[in-house]
């Protein structure tokens, strides 16, 4: 899969531009606020509906217009395509469009275009709150099981249920056993789907790490929210008095989460800096491989700022590794020096200058 037009209007400082983007690697380069990272967050917008750098997206629409649209082609494989279209108004309507239909849920967005990002706040895959993690694992789950997003819904329902019993008790008890029978279910399910994706994902993650950095020993483990023991059904009856002191579910699959550890340490508190970024590029390349495999097809990587904390030897292998993933590729960086050489002769790459807003294609062999 991969986006063959990208046409944005009103995001940031952008110009108004159409783009046809190469197949695999794509360099946007340019000066310190040209707008790249502008890009990528259209990009982004297209595919989840949402900004990677600010909550609100008022601060994305660009000044003194009144919304911003962003609207692309994707080929799905096959000669199947799919047009994807996404407006904010600055007074908040949000408008959502596949194939002409409007659409309620960005869930079916993702679908049609999973993205990874690596970002310079990746980093906080590792040191950042579970949730962080767990948005991760889920993006994965997600992409390789189709029956997680269902289980996932009743999981949420069940786990609201609980916690406003939890808080006023509105339920009588036989009605309360049923939604915890429910919660305890889905639970279960969600736990088998993000226990097997583990599995499928540790070893290519430690292959890839391996192809990136010489890092011995560091170990991806799972928690996944309860004493892996004990049937959460006897957990939440032993903390019971508890959680109605909190007014919410301590355990549970909202309280999973991957740990990265190294020589019994935190591992985010040991790497460089430049390492935990190869940590989280080899985390996310090696979710591509993953959902390259399931049926849906490929995800298209999002790398902002790829030099930025690497010396020349790994960025290289970064760049090798980006390559070999043969999926879409949307990269950012200031000196496109650093990134033109080093692709397989087969790979298409498009360059792109970024300047003041305006985007222009530009001779990859030529200066
Ligand atoms: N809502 C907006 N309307 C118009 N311009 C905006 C808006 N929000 C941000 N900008 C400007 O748009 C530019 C966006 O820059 P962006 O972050 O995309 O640059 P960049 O090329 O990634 O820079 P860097 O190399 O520093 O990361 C900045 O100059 C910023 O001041
Ligand atoms: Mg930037």
């Not at 960025?315 to 390559?323: H, P, Y």
Request: with cysteine.
């Amino acid at each position: 899969m991969s986006l063959s037009r990208l046409t944005v209007t009103a995001v940031r400082n952008l110009h108004a531009v159409t783009l046809s983007p190469s197949p695999r690697i794509n360099i946007l380069f340019g000066a310190n606020g040209s707008g790249k990272t502008s890009v990528l967050e259209a990009i982004h917008l297209l595919g989840l509906a949402r900004s990677f750098r600010s909550v609100r997206l008022q601060p994305v629409i660009q000044h003194e217009t009144s919304a911003c649209t962003v609207f692309g082609q994707v080929e799905l494989g096959g000669g199947a395509r799919s047009q994807l279209g996404v407006t904010r108004e600055r007074q908040g309507d949000f408008q959502i469009r596949i194939d002409g239909r409007n659409v309620r849920s960005a869930a079916e967005l993702a679908e049609t275009l999973p993205l990874q990002l690596i970002n310079p706040d990746s980093f906080r895959l590792l040191e950042g709150a579970p949730k962080l993690r767990r948005q991760f694992l889920d993006w994965g789950v997600f992409h390789v099981e189709p029956r997680f997003l269902s289980a996932w819904v009743r999981l949420q329902k069940a786990l609201r249920q609980r916690n406003s019993w939890l808080r006023h008790g509105t339920l009588d008890g036989a009605s309360q056993a049923a939604w915890d029978r429910e919660l305890c279910l889905a639970s279960d399910e969600i736990d088998a789907y993000r226990r097997e994706y583990i599995q499928a994902l540790k070893p290519v993650f430690e292959q890839t790490l391996r192809e990136l950095l010489e890092l011995e020993g560091l170990t991806l483990s799972y928690y996944r929210g309860w004493d892996k023991e004990k049937p959460l059904s006897d957990v939440l009856a032993a903390s019971l008095l508890r959680d109605q002191q909190l007014g919410h579910t301590q355990a549970g699959p909202q309280r999973a989460d991957l740990r990265l550890r190294l020589a019994h340490h935190n591992a985010a508190e040991i790497l460089s800096r430049g390492q935990q970024k190869l940590v989280v590029c080899a985390l996310r390349i090696a979710q591509g491989h993953l959902v390259s495999q399931a049926k849906r097809g490929q995800c298209i990587y999002l790398v902002d700022d790829l030099p930025s904390e690497l010396d020349e030897h790994h960025r290289r292998a970064l760049c090798r590794l980006l390559d070999e993933l043969n999926c879409q590729v949307f990269i950012t960086c200031v000196d496109h020096d650093l990134l033109k050489e080093g692709w397989r002769d087969e790979t298409p790459v498009s360059m792109f200058h970024v300047e003041h807003g305006r985007i222009t294609p530009h001779p990859v062999h030529q200066e």
